[in-house]
């Protein structure tokens, strides 16, 4: 679009642009015509074919309207229509069809195919500048409210990343303040959530889990899952940080954490005043990620498919990773010894499709462990 300087007594220099017309025809008079009358008002270019035209709409910048005849040689109008509306770069020219068509039939057809407006010849001047002049001011309008529409978006998307980004270092923060109250863990609530993930893919089309695991659910599972032990924060250094077997007292302490861990979840919750659905997956995991398939664990004793299928998840994940670490009270096992473990644990402590899911990426786990070593 080109400008046109105007100069006035109140005002400075004032660039107002000029619109860009594209008139479309066979017919070199036709041409010649169509030129003269909008060369006093708008920038005219020309086209005498189909292909021509969508060559010149294409370009930077694209017409602001195109007068387009129907009756031509190799495409027609209205071919050429369909064309420009195909493309996200031409789509929104308003195209306005001149033709000695008269016929109700061809008028619907000219509209269904996106134009704005069908002018039958021999053309009026005057009828013909009014619809130019209306449809260009429509096209404006259309133009500042789609582009208002698009920095909104822009504006939702960024705002969308920073919250998800809030979030994410939020329970990163919460996670880690955890860990730091046991040495001996150092990268384990990376390990874990990566461990979380890669079965949950795994498991994604089995029929049990398909309906859980969708794409958005592993991703919030992979979110919530540094939290597992947030609840540990509330057991006291003598129990957590014990080098020999626990007691039965400290271990019914120790047994506490679940509980701890959910409680704070759901205290956050109530101080935001909304539900947010990531941290349903966060309770689950906090919660019940020490139950056993067979209902031997703690804090409730469910079993099967009663436990939360986060949980089940978790349960594998920290369960390996606790065997392949260091901890105060005993040493690294080795992946093939803790993989062993794991498989004798099918079906009593672990859902047996789960650990299945384990032995099939059992060599992901190794890898995993090994670039997020302590």
């Known amino acids: 679009m080109v400008m046109n300087a105007v100069v006035s007594e109140s005002s400075p220099l004032v660039e107002k642009p000029i619109a860009t017309v594209l008139v479309v025809d066979d017919t070199a008079d036709n041409l010649s015509l169509m030129s003269s009358l909008l060369k006093d008002h708008y920038r005219v270019k020309v ?12 370009q930077d910048p694209p017409p602001d309207l195109i007068l387009l005849d129907i009756m031509m040689p190799g495409l027609d109008g209205y071919e050429v229509c369909r064309r420009l509306k195909a493309e996200p770069r031409t789509r929104h020219i308003p195209v306005i069809f001149l033709t000695a068509r008269s016929e109700v039939a061809d008028e619907e057809l000219g509209l269904s195919l996106g134009a704005v407006d069908y002018i039958t010849k021999p053309i009026s001047p005057p009828i013909l500048l009014a619809r130019v002049q209306t449809h260009l001011a429509l096209k404006a309008t259309s133009d500042f409210l789609r582009s208002k529409s698009d920095y909104l978006q822009q ?8 919250v998800q980004a809030i979030q994410d270092v939020t329970i990163m923060v919460m996670a880690s303040l955890a860990e730091t109250r046991d040495n001996d863990t150092g990268n384990h609530i990376r390990r874990t959530q990566l461990y979380v993930k890669a079965l949950a893919v795994r498991l994604r089309h089995h029929p049990r889990f398909e309906s859980v695991l969708t794409e958005r659910n592993i991703e919030l599972l992979y979110k919530s899952a540094p939290l597992h032990d947030i609840g540990k924060v509330g057991i006291p250094d003598s129990i957590l940080l014990k080098p020999g077997k626990l007691t039965v007292e400290e271990f019914e302490v120790m047994k506490r954490h679940p509980a701890i861990g959910r409680d704070a979840i759901e205290d956050a919750e109530r101080r935001l005043g909304i ?26 004793g469910l079993a099967g498919d009663a436990i939360p299928l986060s949980a089940r998840l978790m349960a594998v994940a920290d369960v390996y990773d606790a065997l392949i670490s260091k901890r105060v009270y005993k040493p690294a096992f080795t992946h093939d010894q803790a993989c062993q473990i794991v498989v004798q644990g099918r079906g009593q402590h672990f859902d047996p499709d789960i650990v299945d899911a384990f032995i099939e990426i059992a060599d992901d786990f190794r890898a995993i462990a090994i670039r997020y070593a302590d």
């Open 155 to 162: 504006e939702v998307a960024l705002r969308t990343l920073e």
């Open 275 to 300: 539900k947010v659905k990531f941290l349903t997956f966060s309770k689950e995991i906090a919660y019940s990620h020490q139950e056993k398939w067979d209902g031997t664990g703690y804090p409730e």
């Open 47 to 58: 086209a005498n074919q189909g292909e021509k035209a969508l060559k010149i709409a294409a």
